[in-house]
């Protein structure tokens, strides 16, 4: 197996695999104003604050714009699609922060794909779930900020400001009491000043309890922050699963190709080499039969032994080529050019595959767009009395496309299977393309001419 197909399946089965952060860190209540989280987790309070705004007016605006341009729907999916898959960006930043300052265990969602065409683009954009997961967070946690920022200052100010009231509380402006006397303190009641030394105590320490509680109220609001972004900006569970089922399926497919080229091999080297030999054998006996006079009905035996063990040698050497050509060895450009060659009709082979450094497309691809090629051609042949095909095999954004046309009758489609099983083989080259999410496309209108595009991942998930 070539290095790129693992790098290309670890990558989705990486989504399963939670970034390494920091623990959380155990606080006690007796422990919390000399945490280092709590004050940690304040600054993330006030510095989201700000940054809450950022997103609320980014969600504002973009809204603002669609509506303004409903009148070219367009323009408007444009706008809203980039909406959303800027708002994946601003989570991404989220995430980070949250994982820095909240220590937040929050994996990366599956990364956003783009499709085909002016529709395909724009719709792939709107409905990019993990988009309007962020969308949603930008504007709850604007909302949460509002709430948290204040409390978390209250909670945390007014026990600092009872434990130094002894310092400033002699500046503050004289107010008089019930008593008929002045009084400059912390009014905590209609008669009731924390002006003596012994209120300064008391206030004080009632301060301390209070910071314990306050600093206990600001890890349980920065919580409620970690709560959210673990919520809305990690991977959902349903597209946890999807990616596993995508590496199992990526994976089977490897080792079913895999599995096929042994096979291969084994028919080459072991089965296909003892044919040979007893075919070998089989002719040096035939001669000498003859050249002994031995009777005719033993020639014949001999004869028609050695006859049936060549054509079993060609069929299995057609098998084998079946299961895997060994053209293929030499890469895809190599064995399409070699099937154009062999063909009965003039094809033209157009590969513009980019060569070494870049990596190989997955040997199960390259089997792929081969098998969709030779059925391809031998439908041309067969069914199509065609004159002549083209074949255009390309390498683009992560992709590859193959597109296939003849200058036959047409009229080829895609079969549903009947209630006997029965249906083209172009249904099996469709459901074969889908196994590794790549596109099938068939146009063949009657009269021809008949273009079959095939667009496969470079590599499986």
């Given at each position: 197996?070539?290095?790129?197909?693992?790098?290309?399946?670890d990558?989705?089965?990486?989504?399963?695999?939670?970034?390494?952060?920091?623990?959380?860190?155990?606080?006690g209540f007796?422990?919390?104003p000399?945490?280092?989280?709590?004050w940690?987790?304040?600054?993330?309070l006030?510095?989201?604050m700000?940054?809450?705004?950022v997103?609320?007016?980014?969600?504002?605006?973009?809204i603002?714009?669609?509506?303004?341009l409903?009148?070219?729907?367009?323009?408007?999916?444009?706008?809203l699609?980039?909406?959303?898959?800027?708002?994946?960006?601003?989570?991404?930043?989220?995430?980070?922060?949250?994982?820095?300052m909240?220590?937040?265990?929050?994996?990366?969602?599956?990364?956003?794909?783009?499709?085909?065409?002016?529709?395909?683009?724009?719709?792939?954009?709107?409905?990019?779930?993990?988009?309007?997961?962020?969308?949603?967070?930008?504007?709850?946690?604007?909302?949460?900020?509002?709430?948290?920022?204040?409390?978390?200052?209250?909670?945390?100010?007014t026990?600092?400001?009872?434990i130094?009231?002894?310092?400033?509380?002699p500046?503050?402006?004289?107010?008089?009491?019930?008593?008929?006397?002045?009084?400059r303190?912390?009014?905590?009641?209609?008669?009731?000043?924390?002006?003596?030394?012994?209120?300064y105590v008391a206030?004080?320490?009632?301060g301390?309890?209070?910071l314990?509680?306050?600093?206990a109220?600001?890890?349980?609001?920065a919580h409620?922050?970690?709560?959210?972004?673990?919520?809305?900006?990690?991977?959902?569970a349903?597209?946890?699963?999807?990616?596993?089922?995508e590496?199992?399926?990526?994976r089977?497919?490897e080792?079913a190709?895999?599995?096929l080229?042994?096979?291969?091999?084994?028919?080459?080297?072991?089965?296909?080499?003892?044919?040979?030999?007893i075919?070998?054998?089989?002719?040096?006996?035939k001669?000498q039969?003859?050249?002994s006079?031995?009777p005719?009905?033993?020639t014949?035996?001999?004869?028609?032994?050695?006859?049936?063990?060549?054509?079993?040698?060609?069929?299995?050497r057609?098998?084998?080529?079946?299961?895997?050509?060994?053209?293929?060895?030499?890469?895809l450009?190599v064995?399409?050019?070699?099937?154009?060659a062999?063909?009965?009709?003039?094809?033209t082979?157009?590969?513009?595959?980019?060569?070494?450094?870049?990596?190989?497309?997955?040997?199960?691809?390259?089997?792929?767009?081969?098998?969709?090629?030779?059925?391809?051609?031998?439908?041309?042949i067969?069914?199509?009395?065609?004159?002549?095909v083209?074949?255009?095999?390309?390498?683009?954004?992560?992709?590859?496309?193959?597109?296939?046309?003849?200058?036959?009758?047409g009229?080829?489609a895609?079969?549903?299977p009947?209630?006997?099983?029965?249906?083209?083989?172009?249904?099996?080259?469709?459901?074969?393309?889908?196994?590794?999410?790549?596109?099938?496309?068939?146009?063949?209108p009657?009269?021809?001419p008949?273009?079959?595009?095939?667009?496969?991942?470079?590599?499986?998930?």
């Amino acid at each position: 197996m070539r290095e790129p197909q693992a790098a290309a399946g670890d990558a989705q089965a990486g989504l399963r695999r939670r970034r390494a952060v920091r623990p959380l860190e155990d606080v006690g209540f007796w422990r919390g104003p000399f945490s280092a989280r709590t004050w940690r987790e304040l600054g993330f309070l006030l510095v989201v604050m700000p940054w809450s705004v950022v997103g609320a007016v980014y969600v504002v605006v973009m809204i603002a714009l669609t509506a303004g341009l409903l009148v070219t729907v367009v323009g408007a999916g444009f706008v809203l699609g980039g909406m959303v898959l800027g708002a994946r960006g601003l989570g991404a930043l989220d995430r980070g922060l949250a994982r820095g300052m909240l220590r937040a265990d929050i994996a990366s969602p599956p990364a956003f794909r783009p499709r085909r065409g002016l529709w395909g683009s724009i719709w792939a954009m709107v409905s990019d779930g993990a988009g309007w997961r962020a969308v949603a967070f930008l504007v709850l946690q604007f909302l949460l900020s509002l709430a948290t920022l204040p409390l978390a200052l209250t909670f945390l100010v007014t026990p600092l400001g009872a434990i130094t009231h002894w310092i400033w509380g002699p500046y503050l402006p004289a107010s008089p009491g019930t008593d008929g006397e002045m009084h400059r303190g912390a009014q905590l009641g209609p008669s009731f000043f924390v002006d003596t030394p012994s209120r300064y105590v008391a206030f004080a320490l009632l301060g301390v309890l209070l910071l314990f509680v306050g600093s206990a109220v600001v890890r349980g609001l920065a919580h409620l922050h970690r709560i959210l972004a673990e919520a809305l900006l990690g991977p959902t569970a349903a597209s946890l699963r999807v990616a596993s089922l995508e590496h199992s399926r990526g994976r089977a497919v490897e080792d079913a190709d895999l599995t096929l080229r042994r096979i291969e091999r084994n028919l080459h080297d072991g089965t296909q080499a003892r044919l040979v030999a007893i075919a070998m054998q089989l002719g040096e006996a035939k001669e000498q039969a003859v050249s002994s006079g031995t009777p005719e009905e033993l020639t014949d035996l001999i004869s028609a032994a050695h006859t049936a063990t060549k054509e079993t040698l060609v069929e299995l050497r057609e098998l084998a080529r079946g299961i895997h050509p060994p053209a293929l060895d030499n890469g895809l450009a190599v064995a399409l050019e070699t099937l154009g060659a062999r063909s009965p009709l003039p094809v033209t082979v157009d590969v513009d595959l980019p060569g070494p450094p870049a990596p190989r497309p997955a040997e199960a691809i390259e089997t792929i767009a081969y098998f969709c090629v030779t059925e391809l051609l031998t439908n041309a042949i067969k069914h199509a009395r065609a004159t002549a095909v083209h074949v255009r095999v390309t390498a683009r954004d992560r992709t590859l496309h193959l597109v296939i046309s003849d200058d036959g009758v047409g009229g080829a489609a895609i079969l549903v299977p009947d209630v006997a099983g029965h249906h083209s083989g172009l249904v099996g080259l469709a459901e074969r393309v889908r196994s590794v999410d790549g596109d099938f496309a068939l146009s063949s209108p009657p009269g021809g001419p008949t273009v079959v595009t095939v667009v496969l991942p470079l590599h499986i998930s």
